[in-house]
């Protein structure tokens, strides 16, 4: 009698392989696969990272480019993974903002790996043991957060060498009538990336700015609406994440409404006044403070249950002018303390909701 063989899906087949395969992927529930946003903080407060397959969206502050620190991190993740790119900017040489790209900043970890490398190359001792030593280093640097989300240095620009012999197309969309050119692009770069049970090449697109009033195609929202909503369909049959910055101050309020239902995670960043008394008194560590990000949706793909974050809003701090982290909003105590990082903080001790998007 033949033995029963339990049943699998090809997708969770798919997702094994990809697992195993491709450094920079996470498992997530119900089968979904993250992929890393770049900021180990925002990671951790979505769950693992922006899923594969999603479409994300971060509303621009036009007081501060804070949405910048987002994709720059987001797309130095990828080229340290070494992932296919695009990024569309309105700017007339957008391949000039690579050379604004953080470099991976050496973590404590790396640096106790040198100096126990250091140590070992004194001792005397047999080969099996030195062998046995490597093979524990090399285990643990594959277990850590550096293979899924790297620290990034914003005041080092990236290596010249993660950009030769990667696929890095840079897009202007300052001179185009129209997004029907910029859309075959998109296709061309996303049926590189399938849904399939072989070898998985994940692909990372970045938009800065759709709505900028510097492209010609601005005053026509509804060619803008259909773009983005047939690249979410494309976007949904590949292995890819597509992240799009745009304005809502800058267009009108119900295509602004469009575009945020059309997103699976939405994101919106805000400035932070320089001398705000009032906040000040309420908020800790409101002098490190340099804007907040509030979180008012979370990709949901293979499930209906929604995700009830335990906080909505976050300040973006950089720590020691280098890292981005985000932090709760925590009122002020007596003591005056300050609040933690999410990523090394396992709960918040408070939080601040933001308003209901009325959609």
Same mark, same amino acid.
């Given at each position: 009698?033949?033995?029963?063989?339990?049943?699998?899906?090809?997708?969770?087949?798919?997702?094994?392989?990809?697992?195993?395969?491709?450094?920079?992927?996470?498992?997530?529930?119900?089968?979904?696969?993250?992929?890393?946003?770049?900021?180990?903080?925002?990671?951790?407060?979505?769950?693992?990272?922006?899923?594969?397959?999603?479409?994300?969206?971060?509303?621009?502050?036009?007081?501060?480019?804070?949405?910048?620190?987002?994709?720059?991190?987001?797309?130095?993740?990828?080229?340290?993974?070494?992932?296919?790119?695009?990024?569309?900017?309105?700017?007339?040489?957008?391949?000039?903002?690579?050379?604004?790209?953080?470099?991976?900043?050496?973590?404590?970890?790396?640096?106790?790996?040198?100096?126990?490398?250091?140590?070992?190359?004194?001792?005397?001792?047999?080969?099996?043991?030195?062998?046995?030593?490597?093979?524990?280093?090399?285990?643990?640097?594959?277990?850590?957060?550096?293979?899924?989300?790297?620290?990034?240095?914003?005041?080092?620009?990236?290596?010249?060498?993660?950009?030769?012999?990667?696929?890095?197309?840079?897009?202007?969309?300052?001179?185009?009538?129209?997004?029907?050119?910029?859309?075959?692009?998109?296709?061309?770069?996303?049926?590189?990336?399938?849904?399939?049970?072989?070898?998985?090449?994940?692909?990372?697109?970045?938009?800065?700015?759709?709505?900028?009033?510097?492209?010609?195609? /601005?005053?026509?929202?509804?060619?803008?609406?259909?773009?983005?909503? /047939?690249?979410?369909?494309?976007?949904?049959?590949?292995?890819?994440?597509?992240?799009?910055?745009?304005?809502?101050?800058?267009?009108?309020?119900?295509?602004?409404?469009?575009?945020?239902?059309?997103?699976?995670?939405?994101?919106?960043?805000?400035?932070?006044?320089?001398?705000?008394?009032?906040?000040?008194?309420?908020?800790?560590?409101?002098?490190?403070?340099?804007?907040?990000?509030?979180?008012?949706?979370?990709?949901?793909?293979?499930?209906?249950?929604?995700?009830?974050?335990?906080?909505?809003?976050?300040?973006?701090?950089?720590?020691?002018?280098?890292?981005?982290?985000?932090?709760?909003?925590?009122?002020?105590?007596?003591?005056?303390?300050?609040?933690?990082?999410?990523?090394?903080?396992?709960?918040?001790?408070?939080?601040?909701?933001?308003?209901?998007?009325?959609?």
């Amino acid at each position: 009698m033949a033995a029963i063989r339990p049943r699998s899906s090809s997708f969770s087949r798919s997702t094994s392989a990809a697992s195993n395969s491709v450094p920079g992927l996470k498992h997530g529930p119900n089968g979904t696969i993250f992929l890393s946003s770049g900021i180990p903080d925002l990671d951790k407060i979505l769950g693992g990272g922006f899923t594969l397959g999603s479409l994300v969206m971060v509303m621009e502050d036009p007081e501060a480019p804070h949405h910048m620190l987002l994709l720059r991190n987001f797309m130095s993740q990828g080229l340290v993974h070494h992932q296919p790119l695009i990024y569309a900017s309105p700017a007339k040489d957008p391949r000039g903002f690579l050379g604004t790209l953080p470099s991976v900043m050496a973590s404590k970890d790396d640096k106790s790996r040198v100096h126990e490398s250091e140590q070992e190359k004194g001792l005397r001792i047999a080969w099996q043991y030195k062998k046995y030593f490597g093979e524990q280093n090399s285990d643990s640097q594959r277990d850590g957060k550096s293979e899924y989300c790297c620290d990034f240095d914003l005041r080092k620009p990236l290596e010249r060498h993660f950009f030769t012999g990667k696929h890095i197309d840079c897009i202007t969309l300052r001179y185009s009538a129209d997004l029907s050119t910029f859309h075959d692009r998109c296709s061309s770069f996303l049926s590189q990336t399938p849904r399939t049970n072989g070898n998985i090449v994940v692909g990372r697109i970045a938009i800065q700015s759709l709505c900028s009033p510097q492209c010609e195609f /601005s005053d026509n929202e509804w060619d803008m609406l259909s773009f983005v909503r /047939s690249l979410k369909s494309l976007v949904r049959l590949s292995n890819s994440v597509a992240i799009i910055t745009f304005p809502p101050s800058l267009v009108s309020p119900a295509f602004s409404k469009r575009l945020q239902h059309l997103a699976d995670t939405l994101v919106s960043v805000k400035a932070i006044p320089d001398e705000d008394k009032e906040l000040a008194k309420l908020l800790t560590g409101y002098q490190d403070m340099v804007g907040l990000l509030s979180i008012h949706k979370v990709a949901r793909i293979n499930t209906q249950v929604p995700v009830i974050l335990e906080a909505t809003t976050f300040s973006m701090k950089l720590h020691k002018r280098r890292s981005l982290t985000l932090e709760c909003l925590n009122q002020a105590p007596v003591d005056g303390s300050s609040g933690t990082s999410y990523g090394t903080s396992g709960s918040c001790s408070s939080s601040s909701k933001t308003g209901a998007l009325d959609f």
